[in-house]
């Protein structure tokens, strides 16, 4: 049988996740005091409850900070400890360590606010954008002259889109545990995608040079983004704990402390205007996007660009101008996730498309088959697309749901019965891969190899699920000729490979797998160039494949990769090698808000067939059928769960999870029973074929699979839509997201004009 | 208060706090970590254990409701270093991704094959329905029962490379 040993472990529930590490007798464990409100201030804190409450409860406080008490990584506008004023409900004023975790927690509630007063709060970007409160300048994308454009358009409509956020729901929650060590420097093993974003925040927190901060991080159990720039206060807390006290400490959160205080996907508000001629043909699209970045700035000027380089989705549109900007409101700082703020730009384009498709009475497939990306075409970001697989996946995904006859026979359906309406529609997908900072393009790995032949693989790739751990160890394998099961993928740390860069923007296999196979080329050219000098023969004829030295062609059987390893050993032949990769020929003018910010795009499409139950409002889903443009998978089962896996977070953020605020900033949905999660029934049967046309730029002539299969579930919230609008044809278009059955139900009975802003 | 019970075959006898719950009882006292806390309040199905043959979210008993009851944890489900046939089939159909959720997921599907040895696509559904998964979208996880029981539903037919 052909293994994937992580997973091996994890059926057998003997994989170690921040929870299950041993805890000495002498760890602490800690506990959280947060903001009870979206903003106020206070004077100062009460500790002496918590302090009484039992022996050896201490409270860490902002003063207690010996570095810089600052999280963000771009505007500091991020304490990690409040200084006398918070900005959102659930920000952390204290820390309380005790010798339980149920101790800590209790005291902890005793902490009392001293001086407390309610300041006023904003949760609404527009409302925000109103008063003047931006994280940033706001950026603009463009391409022609829309204005202008519009006096050659035959249809041109106009239109709001709401977009909610997302809490990931990472099954592990958010947690770290810090030891001090004897040099005064900290150990801390985080769940985190970044293990040295989280060393410099933790270095910054407490006044140390980086080299006395160890990061290490096994496995995450899910992050989707979320244990980004997210993770680093949770460390850096028990990172302070640790240096105050000279033990161990951990902090790990419940999952309603997890959902109160963690970032999630941004809401969006945003206003749209299209052009086009008679034939279905975009001339001009404008779009506003008003982000909800919440109280810091996080990772949200990082967001906003990608958001304006999906404006167009995967159409060519002659005249854009695409404004996006960042608000700054009393919620929890949003962060990212998956898609990174691409698929709230893709929906905006989406939804004008359906609009327009109305205005013209065709099916809105018309509008999206004529204006696909073409090679060659020019983006509105000044990017020649080149290798595009626009066309040739849409029209593969429309031969594969037979499109016209599914069209013809919903059609019958709904003419047919009144009780039930049937809706299908096509999202096409066009993402770029490269993080939008250049910068965070890069990566390193080392590579051991081991005198009896086995193999150590370190990247600075963190595995969380995605398989990125099993790809690296495949392209080393290959690369180096060393049998699978003799490749180990190390976990990822800090003192092994420096200066890592997040495992995100779905570049985690594309950058650190390219990383060790440099490293992998490194060391086996050593070892051709022996095991030539060994057997008298040219280098050129001599390889490493499958656990064997070749010469000529046939294996050596004396020479297996153990055995020529051996010799190197004995050879005094260096067996580890670093190596870095950058990803080249990426620029970007962020002046000119021109150039190639991506080293290529991934492409495909979906189609998405759904009934609704016209007299509750309820929905299921029907089919998926999926075209997505895989290129040579490294592992398709892999592969394949990634696709289906995003597609699933794609359709729950686009029709089920409701991440609802009250108007006072407090989180409704703040734990499971409350935020509702696709389950095994919600999804539909599920049609995946791979587009296999090999991409050379890559690794293994792979592509990234993470992000883009996630914008395949607003086809769910259009074929919801689209049997809406056979249920009751004269009701509006509403593009306010997610489609919960709740808005169908209002929808259907005509009520929804109250519960939905800007129809 | 003293309980006796018997896990993965073993017996135990320990006193215990009244409030303290199963799933803290097998990780804290019983040291037996690979039954995982997703959320703490019996929604997300990653504390799933068996007991007296009926799957539960330990989450939700109290240890002391367990006295004298007979559990399966993960960790009794392998033998030795030998999958059981639940475990194969998942780890060859990858219905493991980041592993969170996996312990609960064996457990669920161990009760539903102890009751339906061939079960359909939509009784593996109903199985599972208890149990989140963030990773996979479950497909891959309802793939695994089918091609353990050899049915006929299973389409899949991609392995690792």
């Given at each position: 049988m052909k293994r994937n040993p992580d997973s091996a472990l994890n059926v057998m529930g003997k994989t170690t996740y921040i929870d299950d590490l041993p805890e000495s007798t002498e760890m602490l464990h800690a506990a959280i005091v947060c903001s009870p409100s979206a903003h106020g201030r206070y004077e100062r804190l009460d500790t002496a409850a918590a302090l009484a409450y039992a022996p050896g409860v201490r409270v860490l406080e902002a003063s207690d900070v010996p570095g810089q008490n600052e999280l963000s990584t771009s505007i500091p506008d991020e304490p990690m400890l409040s200084t006398g004023e918070w900005h959102f409900r659930g920000e952390v004023l204290a820390l309380v360590l005790a010798p339980s975790r149920s101790v800590a927690r209790r005291a902890a509630a005793l902490v009392k606010l001293v001086g407390r007063e309610d300041l006023p709060a904003v949760v609404d970007p527009r409302e925000a954008y109103a008063q003047g409160k931006l994280i940033m300048a706001p950026r603009t994308q463009r391409l022609g002259d829309p204005e202008a454009a519009y006096a050659d358009c035959d249809v041109v409509v106009t239109g709001r889109v709401e977009s909610a956020g997302q809490e990931h729901v990472y099954l592990e929650t958010q947690g770290a545990v810090a030891y001090p060590d004897d040099a005064g420097g900290v150990r801390v093993v985080s769940s985190t995608q970044s293990p040295s974003g989280v060393q410099s925040i933790v270095a910054r927190i407490l006044g140390l040079p980086m080299n006395k901060v160890e990061i290490e991080t096994r496995?995450?159990?899910?992050a989707f983004g979320g244990k980004e720039d997210q993770a680093s206060g949770w460390a850096a807390l028990a990172a302070l704990g640790a240096y105050r006290t000279g033990k161990p400490v951990k902090l790990y959160l419940n999952r309603r402390d997890d959902m109160t205080s963690t970032g999630k996907r941004h809401p969006y508000s945003s206003d749209f205007k299209i052009g086009l001629k008679?034939?279905?043909?975009?001339?001009a699209f404008e779009a506003d996007y008003y982000q909800n970045a919440g109280a810091a700035t996080d990772l949200s000027p990082a967001i906003i660009p990608r958001t304006l380089f999906h404006a167009a989705n995967a159409y060519h549109i002659p005249n854009v101008r695409a404004t996006g900007t960042m608000c700054r409101t009393n919620l929890v700082p949003f962060t990212a996730f998956r898609g990174f703020g691409g698929p709230q730009g893709v929906f905006v384009i989406e939804c004008a498309i359906e609009k327009a498709a109305r205005a013209l009475g065709v099916d809105p497939v018309k509008i999206q088959r004529k204006n696909l990306l073409s090679e060659g075409d020019v983006s509105h970001y000044g990017m020649r697309m080149d290798d595009v697989r626009a066309t040739d996946t849409f029209s593969r995904c429309m031969d594969k749901a037979k499109w016209t006859e599914l069209r013809a026979g919903i059609a019958a359906y709904n003419a047919a019965n009144a009780a039930t309406k049937r809706g299908a529609a096509a999202i096409p997908i066009c993402f770029g891969i490269s993080f939008t900072k250049i910068m965070l393009n890069q990566g390193g790995a080392l590579v051991h190899v081991y005198s009896d032949g086995s193999v150590s693989v370190s990247t600075g790739a963190v595995e969380m699920g995605q398989g990125v751990g099993r790809k690296i160890a495949v392209v080393s394998s290959r690369t180096l000729g060393a049998p699978i099961d003799s490749v180990r993928v190390e976990s990822t740390r800090t003192t092994t490979v420096a200066n890592t860069v997040a495992t995100?923007?779905?570049?985690g296999a594309d950058i650190n797998a390219m990383a060790a196979q440099v490293a992998c080329i490194e060391i086996k050219k050593r070892l051709v160039a022996l095991a030539a000098k060994l057997r008298g023969a040219a280098p050129e004829a001599v390889d490493l494949r499958d656990g064997y030295v070749t010469v000529g062609g046939v294996a050596d059987g004396e020479l297996s990769f153990a055995a020529i390893v051996a010799k190197a050993f004995e050879n005094r032949v260096d067996l580890s090698a670093h190596a870095f990769y950058a990803t080249p020929g990426l620029h970007y003018d962020m002046k000119a808000e021109?150039?190639?910010?991506?080293?290529y795009h991934v492409y495909g499409c979906a189609v998405v067939t759904a009934t609704l139950d016209v007299i509750r409002g309820s929905y299921r889903f029907d089919d998926a059928i999926i075209v997505h443009d895989i290129a040579e998978s490294i592992d398709p089962l892999v592969d394949m769960g990634q696709v289906e896996g995003a597609f699933a977070q794609g359709l729950g953020w686009a029709c089920l999870e409701e991440l609802k605020f009250d108007d006072a900033g407090r989180l409704l949905a703040d734990t499971l029973s409350t935020y509702k999660l696709p389950d095994a029934h919600f999804m539909p049967r599920m049609d995946v074929e791979f587009f296999t046309k090999p991409n050379p730029k890559v690794v293994a002539n792979s592509k990234a699979v993470?992000?883009?299969?996630?914008?395949?579930?607003?086809a769910g919230y259009f074929a919801v839509l689209d049997a809406l609008k056979a249920a009751r044809p004269e009701g509006p278009s509403f593009h306010d997201l997610p489609m919960t059955p709740e808005k169908a139900m209002l929808f259907l009975t005509g009520d929804l004009g109250a519960a939905v802003k800007g129809l | 208060m003293r309980i006796q019970l018997t896990v993965n075959g073993l017996g135990y006898e320990r006193d215990c706090a009244e409030h303290r719950t199963l799933l803290r009882f097998l990780r804290?006292?019983?040291?037996?970590?690979g039954t995982k806390e997703g959320c703490g309040m019996g929604e997300c199905g990653a504390c799933t254990v068996i007991m007296n043959g009926r799957a539960v979210n330990s989450c939700m008993v109290l240890a002391v409701e367990a006295d004298g009851a007979t559990i399966r944890t993960i960790e009794g489900e392998a033998d030795g270093p030998s999958l059981s046939d639940i475990q194969k089939a998942f780890e060859r159909n990858h219905a493991v991704q980041c592993g969170f959720c996996t312990a609960g997921m064996v457990m669920s599907v161990k009760e539903l094959l102890s009751e339906h040895p061939k079960p359909s696509a939509d009784q593996v559904k109903e199985a599972i329905e208890g149990n989140f998964c963030r990773c996979t979208g479950y497909t891959q996880i309802v793939e695994a029962v089918l091609d353990l029981t050899g049915s006929p539903e299973k389409k899949g037919e991609l392995e690792h490379v």
């Open positions: 496995r995450l159990g899910g008679k034939d279905g043909t975009i001339l995100a923007a779905s570049s021109f150039g190639t910010p991506f080293y993470g992000e883009p299969p996630f914008i395949y579930g607003l | 804290e006292d019983l040291g037996l970590m």
